[in-house]
């Protein structure tokens, strides 16, 4: 079962997951989009991953991160350990929830078909 590591809301909106893979992501979401990285977890895993972790999912155009967390909030059932008064950052932080790889983090959030549906 995932675990969540924390969620930020107070200096900037943020979340770090570990998935059941045992990696982690990291969750940014932001005025400029958003921003999801994986990374092992780790001391210095959680310290440099959020800046040099492989991205699994960027997207530059607010209007289409919402557009994505719009279609995750009607996909995924919510989650009581996530506790997010941001409604994006909660629906990213579900959808990798759901996730037990950054492989499949990275398939779901990629997904032309997400929209579409």
């Known amino acids: 079962?995932?675990?969540l590591l924390y969620i930020n809301e107070k200096f900037g909106h943020d979340a770090t997951i570990?998935?059941?893979s045992g990696d982690a992501c990291w969750?940014?979401?932001g005025k400029k989009g958003v921003l999801v990285r994986a990374h092992k977890h780790?001391?210095?895993g959680g310290l440099l991953g959020s800046l040099f972790g492989p991205k699994l999912?960027?997207?530059r155009n607010v209007y289409q991160a919402l557009s994505v967390a719009q279609a995750l909030t009607a996909r995924f059932r919510?989650?009581?350990q996530i506790r997010c008064k941001d409604a994006m950052l909660k629906a990213?932080?579900?959808a990798v929830w759901h996730c037990s790889s950054?492989?499949?983090?990275?398939?779901l959030l990629n997904d032309p078909g997400l929209l579409a549906a």
């Open 1 to 3: 079962m995932p675990q």
């Open 18 to 20: 570990i998935l059941d």
């Open 27 to 29: 969750i940014s979401v």
């Open 42 to 44: 780790s001391v210095w």
């Open 57 to 59: 999912y960027r997207e």
């Open 78 to 80: 919510p989650v009581p």
């Open 92 to 94: 990213f932080c579900t």
């Open 102 to 107: 950054p492989a499949r983090v990275k398939a």
